[in-house]
């Protein structure tokens, strides 16, 4: 093996790349983090880039390496540890997808099985200093709560110790090879992660051995195995394939089985070659499942403990992350020690594992795609047919404009105080769906049992439409075992189309300007006749026989041709449904009482005018209610309680070291607080300049509060609505100019405590400003001060530490 250290000159020419990377301001930027030894005075630098950076054709790295720690030495720099070159998954990127491996790579390929922990770095200095680090530091902190280098030190000085090995002999012996023993620690004593590993599992596995050089260079695993023996480490199991079809039918049936030799594994990494240079080249293979699922698993219950809320979004294996969350609800509600020590990391592996016991299957017989559809499909069949106090109900109208649908809707409302009404023409967003949203918003309402969900629908693709939306969105609402039963309303056959469509016109024209999108004074009778005749043109009666009327639960056949139609067709809906579903209509009212539900809703006046047929100028003739309208500048959730944030602030200052205590007094000595503590959860400027997703969460607030801001009178500074949400404070971060509170929120809830999925905060790291140190600073510096932070690439001057408190409420605000 060739020991040779590479030249000052190449290390201080890999240094100088760094730090002009680290000048740039964002692609290939790399940044730094300088460290002090364990047990010594001595700092190593180390350097990291962005994860998205690496692999790409457009952007060259001074250095491919996932973790690289440079003695901080401006004469006489040294490599003193090398993560690998960062590798992909097969089909990732342009060089691991298979004709390019075929192509590129040369055999034996060499694979070796993927442990599953956190990776550690060993190496030695000159003077027997052992260096042990962890992916992206060494030595002491205070800033985080598990400092991984440290773990992974005292484990080794214990393999050590058992094998008589004196530490210095082996750093120094580390230091004249020249090498970084790449490590993994799994241990679940110190931290879970997907893979079980107690007992004697539990330990340092040795999977490489890295020179210290620029280049990367790795030792073969023979080598590496034999390290792992003489020293006591874990042995990383490993075999050689000669040739690349051998490999790829490997591959192809360990993906078909699912494991390896039966056994649960993460995947394996490919050690090779590349055919041009000769240099070492890895790439990985991962096994999906089981392990996407038992990590839905893991953040669907992190999700639950933080919200209370059953109310969960997840897109894959929907009915056995039900099951599991049935088992473990009950479990978590009745001790509180094991959710706190759920959310640090601890008893994961052992929750999954009551759950499959109780389940009576492992993780692979659960993904055996036979078995599961059974399961969805025995589950579909026992839950959807059955009707009881828990069913809820959604009303699809199939009409024409006139046919009477929202005077039925309002009557059948006022007769049944536990129905709902969303009416189309009341939403004015662009977003479509906001109709479905806000009509199973208001079916998950404890005391709703029915919304009718008011649009014409008078084309198969707008049935088709509420179905999709309904399938997609349940969930976001309802838990997950709701059963909802559609009801179609149709208001006209196609055999009475003609004669609806005279009536309905002459309703319209009788009605006058009372519609939200038909107001004859304003378009003239010439354009109502072209919008009426248009929509009787367009019209799709209901067909049972095919899809989406297929779907229906229940249809209901109205007649709008007659005289007294709207009294006529709720008398006929309550009684078709009495017969149907008893319990969403345990008796059919009296002709008096319809009646007089009926004329209440004829005094129905709508108060927000919808555009219809005004194609490109839809917004220039549209004119506000109101003379001036109400625009708010941001949503926040605010502390009711400033005192309890600043006993936070000044119980950690208390705990701090001198040093760092100087650099936050002015905050204290000062009293340099906000006078008042907000989380801003979503700004105008994101609905703006933001992604498709912020502009889409701007919407989603304005939505659910513009009822509000229709009522306000004047222009307040601040109003207060009903919902709240809880935050947990997880660290201070400060420099000279500001100091700022980072938090974990949980969901937002109504004042019924049920979540509100569509709300949520539009800031990558939710903060809050605690306090500006340097007149002039803007508080939006407190976003890039935590996201700088959170990124590892901290100010000049900058500082955090970690908090440990309980939950704090917040009420969520409108900010003008």
């Not at 055919?275 to 038992?294: A, H, I, N, R, S």
């Not at 969350?325 to 008893?347: A, C, H, N, S, T």
Request: proline share 4%; with cysteine; aromatic share 10%.
């Amino acid at each position: 093996m060739n020991f040779q250290r590479p030249s000052v000159k190449e290390v201080k020419s890999l240094v100088e790349s760094l730090e002009r990377s680290s000048e740039l301001s964002s692609r290939g930027k790399a940044s730094k983090r300088v460290c002090q030894l364990f047990d010594n005075n001595r700092r190593v630098v180390s350097w990291k880039f962005q994860e998205w950076d690496y692999g790409k054709k457009n952007i060259t790295l001074p250095c491919n390496a996932r973790g690289l720690f440079i003695t901080d030495d401006k004469e006489n720099p040294q490599i003193v540890a090398r993560g690998y070159d960062k590798f992909f998954n097969i089909d990732e990127i342009g060089l691991t997808k298979w004709d390019a491996i075929s192509k590129g790579t040369m055999g034996p390929y060499t694979v070796t099985l993927k442990s599953n922990g956190c990776i550690i770095f060993i190496s030695g200095l000159e003077d027997g200093t052992l260096v042990v680090c962890s992916k992206h530091s060494t030595g002491p902190r205070n800033d985080v709560d598990r400092n991984h280098a440290e773990f992974g030190r005292n484990y080794l000085l214990g393999l050590l110790h058992e094998k008589s090995v004196d530490v210095e002999q082996f750093a120094r012996r580390l230091y004249h090879l020249n090498v970084t023993l790449v490590a993994e620690y799994c241990d679940d004593s110190f931290e879970e992660h997907i893979l079980e590993y107690t007992g004697d599992k539990a330990g340092l596995y040795l999977h490489g051995v890295n020179l210290n050089e620029p280049k990367f260079v790795t030792w073969p695993m023979k080598d590496v195995d034999r390290f792992a023996q003489e020293y006591g480490f874990k042995q990383t199991m490993y075999f050689d394939i000669p040739n690349i079809s051998s490999l790829k039918s490997f591959l192809d049936k360990c993906s078909y089985d699912g494991t390896y030799n039966g056994m649960e594994v993460e995947g394996f990494v490919i050690r090779t070659h590349l055919v041009e240079t000769g240099q070492d080249f890895f790439f990985k293979f991962k096994f999906e499942e089981p392990y996407l699922m038992y990590r839905q698993w893991r953040e669907v219950t992190k999700q639950y403990i933080s919200s209370k809320s059953r109310i969960l979004k997840f897109k894959k294996h929907k009915f056995i992350t039900n099951n599991y969350l049935d088992f473990v609800i009950p479990i978590l509600d009745k001790d509180p020690k094991l959710r706190e020590q759920y959310m640090k990391g601890f008893g994961i592996i052992k929750l999954r594992n009551m759950f499959l016991q109780s389940y009576g299957m492992s993780g692979l017989e659960i993904l055996n795609q036979e078995k599961i559809e059974e399961l969805e499909l025995k589950n579909a069949t026992n839950n959807s047919d059955i009707v009881d106090e828990k069913t809820k109900f959604l009303i699809f109208p199939i009409s024409v404009i006139g046919c009477g649908k929202t005077t039925t809707a309002l009557t059948l409302t006022n007769l049944f105080p536990n129905w709902g009404h969303v009416q189309n023409d009341d939403i004015t967003g662009k977003d479509k769906s906001m109709l479905m949203k806000q009509s199973l918003e208001l079916l998950a309402k404890p005391d709703i049992k029915c919304v009718f969900v008011d649009r014409n629908n008078h084309q198969r693709r707008e049935r088709e439409q509420l179905f999709n939306w309904t399938e997609e969105l349940k969930e976001n609402y309802l838990p997950y075992y709701t059963n909802i039963k559609t009801i179609g309303l149709s208001f006209a056959s196609y055999e009475d189309l003609e004669q609806v469509r005279k009536l309905t016109i002459d309703r319209v024209f009788a009605r006058g300007d009372n519609h939200q999108s038909i107001k004859s004074s304003v378009y003239g009778e010439q354009k109502v006749l072209g919008i009426m005749n248009g929509f009787v043109k367009r019209y799709q009666p209901v067909d049972e026989n095919r899809e989406p009327d297929s779907l229906f639960d229940h249809i209901v056949h109205l007649n709008s041709s007659v005289p007294n139609s709207s009294f006529l067709n709720a008398k006929e809906t309550t009684r078709k449904l009495h017969e149907k579903y008893p319990i969403l209509v345990p008796h059919v009212p009296t002709d008096e009482q319809i009646n007089e539900a009926l004329i209440k809703s004829l005094e129905y006046k709508p108060t927000i005018k919808k555009v219809v047929g005004s194609g490109g100028n839809r917004n220039k003739n549209k004119k506000s209610d109101k003379s001036k309208k109400i625009n708010p500048v941001y949503f926040s959730a605010n502390v009711p309680n400033r005192e309890s944030i600043i006993r936070i602030v000044k119980r950690s200052y208390e705990q701090l070291d001198p040093k760092k205590k100087s650099s936050l007094s002015k905050l204290i000595d000062e009293d340099k607080f906000q006078p008042k503590f907000h989380i801003t959860l979503c700004h105008v400027t994101q609905s703006k300049k933001g992604t498709s997703e912020a502009k889409q969460l701007w919407s989603s607030y304005l939505n659910r509060y513009n009822p509000e801001l229709e009522k306000l009178e004047g222009l307040p500074q601040i109003f207060t609505t009903s919902d709240k949400l809880n935050f947990k404070p997880t660290r201070l971060c400060w420099d000279g100019k500001i100091v700022s509170m980072v938090a974990q929120i949980s969901s937002i809830l109504d004042s019924r405590n049920q979540a509100i999925p569509e709300l949520s905060c539009g800031n990558t790291i939710p903060h809050i400003t605690i306090g500006i140190l340097q007149e002039g600073v803007k508080p939006f510096y407190s976003n890039e001060l935590c996201q700088r932070m959170f990124n590892n690439d901290p100010p000049s001057g900058s500082d955090l530490i970690e908090l440990d408190d309980e939950d704090i409420e917040a009420r969520i605000c409108i900010n003008f």
